[in-house]
């Protein structure tokens, strides 16, 4: 339930953005519906509004969202064994990054009505919040819309600190993927990287410096996440 | 035509998701793999909040004070519920005050 009102504050800022590039309340909601990313939404309306090829925007999207497959993967572990693949082809459909960081958040392995619970009002919120964004483009105050941006990473914050109680070397992981992740972005010579490559390289250097220095030490404790 | 975009859109992000879900229905045993894949959401999640939260909204002051909030509440294991909506109020009272 978080998860869907955080949705609603964002992907309404995205239905608002939608409806400045020409882009109908009904698309922007269909955009929300089928494609389940905020930054590759983003990054499409500029990009359809520039008229782009569809090459290009199949290459940008792939660019900014591989990092689900690195979370799909990580779900995959994750799943009860007799998770079917049509119960695994729904749930891909909707793994988004706040709800894979519930779902791995979890002390046990997640089964498919589960997930279920777990995306469907998400689903919702994200693509009510951008038909609501778009019809409206502005009936909220800015101070209020500027409120809830904050939400999606308040909730992230408050995923990956609990853990690093227990096991410090979480906080290591994470601030050394901090320190990479901000020095692509304040170092001028990185200007040119998108930030759907930052985060794919983050996750890849900062996971492997992890599992390098401090490798889990039995393979079934990962049950216990 | 706008509906060839959102198809394209569509189907690239879905098989990127699909695909390692679908393939790798058994667990890995590979202990390297298997300690990379355990610190995959949290390296994940920080590169992702840092820098972009202080972006996030109308001024950094507001933020950085919402951020402050969140890793208090979070540090005392309080819900996902209430560090969000604590971050949000925080940041619309730094900004009226501001």
């Known amino acids: ?225 | 035509m706008i509906y060839t975009y959102i198809i394209c859109m569509c189907l690239t992000t879905y098989l990127i998701r699909m695909l390692p879900l679908v393939i790798f229905q058994k667990k890995i045993e590979n202990r390297f793999l298997n300690s990379f894949l355990y610190y995959v959401p949290y390296a994940c999640l920080s590169a992702m909040t840092l820098p972009s939260i202080f972006s996030s909204t109308s001024s950094v002051i507001s933020a950085v004070a919402a951020l402050a909030v969140a890793v208090i509440l979070s540090w005392r294991q309080k819900s996902l519920f209430t560090v969000a909506a604590s971050a949000c109020i925080t940041v619309f009272v730094v900004e009226l005050v501001l």
């Open chain 1, 1 to 225: 339930m978080p998860i869907a009102a955080g949705y609603v504050g964002v992907s309404f800022s995205f239905g608002i953005a939608a409806a400045k590039f020409g882009i109908s309340p009904i698309d922007a909601c269909i955009m929300s519906l089928t494609n389940m990313t905020s930054a590759g939404q983003f990054a499409a309306i500029t990009l359809i509004y520039s008229g782009t090829t569809y090459l290009e925007l199949i290459l940008t999207q792939f660019i900014i969202n591989l990092r689900y497959a690195l979370m799909s993967l990580s779900l995959s572990q994750k799943l009860a064994p007799h998770t079917g693949t049509l119960t695994r082809l729904l749930i891909a459909y909707a793994n988004t990054d706040e709800i894979f960081a519930v779902a791995v958040s979890r002390d046990r392995p997640v089964t498919g009505s589960y997930m279920a619970g777990l995306e469907i009002p998400p689903i919702i919120g994200w693509s009510v919040g951008a038909l609501l964004g778009a019809i409206a483009d502005s009936i909220l105050p800015l101070s209020v819309r500027s409120a809830l941006g904050i939400s999606l990473y308040a909730m992230f914050v408050a995923i990956v600190l609990p853990p690093v109680k227990k096991h410090h070397a979480i906080g290591i992981v994470s601030l050394f993927a901090i320190a990479l992740s901000c020095s692509i972005a304040y170092i001028p010579v990185f200007k040119g990287l998108s930030s759907g490559f930052s985060i794919i390289f983050c996750t890849i250097v900062g996971s492997a410096f992890g599992a390098i220095f401090f490798p889990i030490p039995d393979p079934n404790e990962e049950d216990s996440l």
